[in-house]
């Protein structure tokens, strides 16, 4: 969202209700998905080591020799045959996909929480404009208290919901 677009829907109670809307879809956005990738990414990193250390363990290759061996060879490690190396050699593909959904994870919570500071920097600004409005003398029109009122209201209830989404 544009700067001058956010802040002509903080100055609009249609443009108000729409961030409230947009911030709860982002917030529940947030938690889901996203790092599919990044689990992949990482997996087939770990799967790439993995491979090449099943290559070098044993008896180098990929043919049949070489793959029962290096398994042997990994499931050494653990103290046991082929099936403990299966184990060994699978744990780096798990580490790296954790990795990468942990890392991507993170970089979409903090863009969520930066996104979230600025709404709510620009939110109590414009509720402190909102509220001086309705404090000046002469007071406004009945029509224009009422506008101001119900724009102080749903920008009161942006400020509030991002204040518990940041403890």
Request: no cysteine.
């Amino acid at each position: 969202m544009r700067s001058a677009d956010m802040d002509k829907d903080l100055s609009e109670e249609a443009g108000l209700i729409r961030i409230l809307g947009d911030l709860n879809r982002v917030h529940v956005e947030a938690g889901e998905g996203g790092e599919v990738g990044a689990v992949f990414a990482g997996g087939g990193l770990g799967l790439v080591g993995s491979i090449a250390a099943l290559y070098g363990l044993g008896t180098v290759g990929l043919s049949a020799v070489g793959i029962t061996s290096g398994l042997a060879a990994a499931g050494a490690f653990l103290g046991g045959g082929m099936l403990a190396g299966i184990v060994v050699l699978a744990m780096p593909v798990l580490a790296f996909a954790f990795a990468g959904w942990a890392g991507a994870a993170a970089l979409k919570k903090e863009r969520v929480r930066r996104l979230q500071a600025e709404v709510l920097t620009r939110a109590l600004l414009e509720q402190r404009e909102v509220r001086a409005k309705l404090e000046a003398q002469p007071p406004p029109s009945p029509e224009a208290t009422a506008a101001l009122g119900a724009q102080d209201r749903v920008l009161d209830t942006i400020i509030r919901g991002l204040a518990q989404r940041a403890q």
